[in-house]
């Protein structure tokens, strides 16, 4: 068999936050679709629903490997924490919220980062993080991100990588199944290990396809029957008070 680079998605929702596919659903198809090694699970400002993948995973044997991540909104932009235990508290400054995971252990990457929009991490922002204690400095860069915003950016992205020695990543910030694998990293190895090391050795290169603007569209639609879903599934668990409220479409 020819060897061949591993391959990682390390940006996908879940129902726990804004994706419209549960874990099992995910895992299933990492497993049998497409042929992902390692995958994120990295919700907003929650790791359950990655703490549950990995520990599903592990006890199905599964051929793809789980990397616990959240998606944590910081003053300066999103930020993946990944290899993480524990929840990162947001609302603070990129470079406390990298410090935090640095911390945990966690590897802290700047999701679809230099886009003009309050969500993404600046340049300027970035240098001066690149410049400090290595604490306080992001492991990679999100080079590769196939949504409305990571298209028109990526070439700077990509520059900006380059010329300050940051490692590059692709993802795929799913939030449906089928986007899963749109965007992903290749690297030395096959195992979630080996990509950290491949990470922090700056031995990663990013690859994916843009989504359509229809693609966008119909997640989007999905996305808004999610909401209503969980509004009312919330609201009648209350009313009744028998636990059966939801979070975001994720079971208490």
Request: proline letters at 5%.
């Amino acid at each position: 068999m020819t060897d061949r680079l591993g391959r990682a998605d390390l940006h996908i929702h879940t129902l726990a936050s804004d994706g419209t596919a549960g874990v099992i659903d995910i895992l299933e198809h990492a497993e049998r679709i497409t042929d992902l090694d390692v995958i994120a699970i990295t919700d907003h400002e929650r790791i359950d629903a990655a703490v549950a993948a990995r520990a599903v995973a592990l006890d199905r044997g599964l051929r793809v490997e789980v990397v616990v991540g959240e998606e944590i909104t910081t003053l300066g932009g999103h930020l993946l924490g990944l290899w993480i235990e524990r929840p990162v508290k947001p609302f603070r400054s990129l470079r406390t919220t990298i410090a935090e995971i640095h911390d945990q252990g966690g590897l802290a990457i700047p999701a679809h980062p230099l886009v003009p929009y309050p969500l993404c991490a600046q340049g300027f922002v970035l240098r001066r993080l690149l410049d400090d204690e290595p604490r306080f400095r992001p492991d990679a860069i999100e080079a590769f991100n196939p949504t409305t915003l990571g298209r028109p950016w990526h070439a700077r992205v990509v520059r900006f990588a380059d010329e300050h020695g940051l490692a590059r990543v692709g993802n795929s910030d799913a939030h449906a199944l089928e986007a899963i694998g749109s965007g992903w990293s290749t690297f030395p190895g096959r195992s979630a290990d080996e990509l950290r090391a491949a990470i922090l050795a700056r031995q990663t290169h990013q690859h994916g396809t843009f989504h359509g603007t229809t693609a966008m569209l119909g997640t989007f639609r999905e996305q808004l029957r999610k909401y209503g879903r969980d509004a009312r599934a919330n609201l009648g668990g209350r009313i009744r008070g028998d636990g059966s409220s939801r979070d975001l479409g994720y079971p208490p």
